[in-house]
């Protein structure tokens, strides 16, 4: 799968989910784009997924045309450590995400069968 970090995502945490294609908003040379041209961007460059803590992307933006499924990570302070111990659920849950799909995390992460 392949899956976008948004710019309020570290860079670094890219590492902790090994089993997929992991970009960065940076990497990309696209810092700064709104949300509906990322989003166009993403379906242009056939990403699957984004991670962000943007909880408002997903009301904003119609993510089944884009075909991007969205993980929202809530946690506050918003600090690498507690990040890097979501990790494991992030990567489940990209495992199972669907296009349109938005899945906010720690909250709704989805269980193995």
Same mark, same amino acid.
């Given at each position: 799968?392949?899956?976008?970090?948004?710019? !309020?995502?570290?860079?670094?945490?890219? /590492?902790? *989910?090994? &089993?997929?294609?992991?970009?960065?908003?940076?990497?990309? =040379?696209?810092?700064?784009?709104?949300?509906?041209?990322?989003?166009?961007?993403?379906?242009?460059?056939?990403? !699957?997924?984004?991670?962000?803590?943007? /909880?408002? *992307?997903? &009301?904003?933006?119609?993510?089944?045309?884009?075909?991007? =499924?969205?993980?929202?990570?809530?946690?506050?302070?918003?600090?690498?450590?507690?990040?890097?111990?979501?990790?494991?659920?992030?990567?489940?849950?990209?495992?199972? *995400?669907?296009?349109?799909?938005?899945?906010?995390?720690?909250?709704?992460?989805?269980?193995?069968?």
């Amino acid at each position: 799968m392949r899956v976008l970090l948004d710019e !309020n995502i570290p860079h670094r945490f890219r /590492r902790l *989910l090994p &089993s997929h294609e992991v970009f960065t908003i940076d990497y990309l =040379g696209w810092k700064g784009k709104q949300n509906g041209e990322l989003m166009a961007a993403m379906k242009v460059e056939k990403f !699957n997924a984004l991670v962000t803590y943007d /909880r408002a *992307l997903s &009301s904003q933006q119609n993510l089944q045309a884009a075909g991007v =499924g969205v993980i929202v990570v809530v946690i506050h302070p918003k600090q690498f450590q507690r990040l890097r111990e979501l990790a494991p659920d992030i990567q489940r849950t990209l495992d199972f *995400l669907q296009p349109g799909q938005v899945v906010f995390i720690p909250a709704s992460a989805p269980k193995p069968r």
